[in-house]
């Protein structure tokens, strides 16, 4: 089976290749609880002129073949993002949503994205490898009252205190998609967010000849734009970041001066072994990426044990690695050599950092989106025939998704401007095949600038 690189240049997307590869009068089956409906839309009108038809099925055939070795799905217990971290209170997040609720004339809004539930109600899971969020749907209505539809049994006390004080009420998971009918069916009208909310949920509040409002929602954006106490949190969980990094390359500054060739595996461990001993420390944001030599210049590697490379004086060595907090969410790379790198390694390295500087210095008007000030990052490199195949910077969670939206630094087209309290990465790199890579990445945070007596905007 060969493999496709979506977003690549020259590489269809699963919709062409559809329209490209099927003939006429074929049938294309989906599992409507896991199709957007702008993805669904998307495939529709490219394989429409080719009568191929998009058929919703009722049944998921993988989970019918897929019989035995499932791993469950998590029965821990779901906890309080304490106020002391998250700043804003259940009820008056509730209560802003429930204005544009109104404002687009709709009595519902049905929530899909699991880190959207988890902002909006100060709760955090462990369903998510890396990402402590919980599989559940939340329905706010145009009164800010709410219910969450989850595993009950993973409800405690002190978390059913927090969630009826703030006026949401607690069903069954499964009993999403009836509730939702029903409430169209007693005069409800639903807004849904097409980019994040499955074929299935259109479908359930569509009954009786309702047509439910498709569009983005405010929450994405919202959540966004930290809050000086996210903020100050964020921090904090840097600082200790930082206590790890400096540790963690001090080991391994001194492993190597002893002549000793640790593995990528083994340094990473090593790494976990450092932070899981911080305060406050939850788990990895995501899985470690420790690159030796050439293995660097793949952009997204992975060591194993099978074929993990050493680190050794002689070649550089990428790490890229994050942690959760109770206070926040990290990612950090940094690239480093111990011994003697070249003169060309040495050059690209400083056309890099020159990149990183020129975000991280970066002064502009509001307004400005990422992919403005994407070039900034590059010019260093492309003056000299060079690039990265890959975005400068993405928005960070507050203890949550450590890639987090609407906003981002990237050479595509985002219309969503920078903006006061967004924290993005920044972290421009280069990779040459078969020799090594380089990247630097730091976290920034938009913020007023005193240039232009606060009328611009920079980072920090």
């Not at 590489?11 to 559809?18: A, D, K, N, S």
């Not at 001993?277 to 793949?298: M, Q």
């Not at 490379?309 to 109770?326: E, I, K």
């Not at 989106?369 to 590059?378: C, N």
Request: net charge negative; hydrophobic share 35%.
């Amino acid at each position: 089976m060969p493999l496709k690189t979506d977003r690549t240049p020259g590489v269809p997307g699963i919709h062409e290749w559809l329209r490209d590869n099927l003939r006429e009068g074929d049938k294309v089956g989906v599992d409507p609880t896991l199709f957007a409906i702008a993805a669904s839309e998307r495939i529709k009108s490219c394989i429409q002129p080719k009568n191929i038809e998009l058929v919703f099925l009722s049944d998921n055939l993988v989970d019918k073949t897929w019989t035995s070795g499932r791993p469950p799905l998590s029965a821990d217990p779901l906890r309080i993002h304490p106020m002391k971290y998250a700043g804003l209170k259940v009820e008056d997040k509730l209560s802003k949503i429930s204005e544009s609720i109104v404002a687009k004339q709709a009595t519902d809004l049905l929530v899909s994205k699991l880190d959207d539930i988890a902002w909006i109600l100060n709760l955090r899971g462990s369903d998510v490898p890396n990402t402590p969020l919980f599989v559940s749907y939340l329905i706010i209505r145009d009164d800010a009252t709410a219910t969450l539809f989850c595993d009950q049994t993973r409800i405690t006390a002190e978390v059913s205190e927090l969630l009826t004080s703030s006026n949401v009420s607690v069903s069954a998971y499964e009993d999403t998609f009836p509730h939702v009918s029903s409430r169209v069916s007693q005069g409800g009208r639903f807004w849904l967010d097409p980019g994040s909310t499955s074929v299935a949920a259109f479908e359930a509040s569509s009954v009786d000849g309702s047509a439910p409002l498709k569009a983005e929602t405010p929450i994405e954006l919202m959540k966004a734009k930290k809050t000086e106490v996210e903020m100050a949190a964020m921090k904090s969980a840097y600082l200790k970041d930082g206590v790890n990094w400096a540790k963690f390359l001090c080991w391994l500054e001194k492993t190597l001066a002893k002549g000793e060739k640790p593995t990528e595996v083994e340094v990473s461990q090593q790494l976990e072994t450092i932070r899981s001993e911080l305060e406050g420390y939850i788990g990895p944001s995501f899985e470690t990426i420790a690159a030796a030599g050439e293995n660097g210049a793949v952009i997204h590697y992975r060591p194993v044990p099978e074929s993990t490379s050493p680190v050794t004086l002689d070649n550089s060595f990428l790490c890229d690695a994050g942690c959760q907090f109770q206070e926040g969410t990290t990612d950090i790379t940094r690239t480093v050599h111990f011994g003697e790198p070249t003169s060309w390694q040495k050059e690209c390295f400083t056309r890099v950092l020159q990149g990183h500087i020129a975000i991280d210095s970066s002064i502009f008007p509001p307004g400005t989106t990422g992919h403005a000030i994407d070039a900034f990052a590059r010019r260093h490199l492309w003056n000299h025939g060079l690039d990265y195949k890959h975005g400068t910077g993405h928005g960070v969670g507050a203890s949550l998704c450590v890639h987090e939206g609407p906003m981002g630094i990237s050479s595509r087209t985002n219309p969503v401007a920078l903006d006061k309290g967004m924290v993005l990465s920044n972290e421009p790199g280069y990779y040459e095949a078969g020799a090594f890579g380089i990247r630097i990445e730091s976290v920034i945070a938009v913020r007023e600038s005193k240039v232009g007596d606060g009328s611009f905007l920079e980072f920090e």
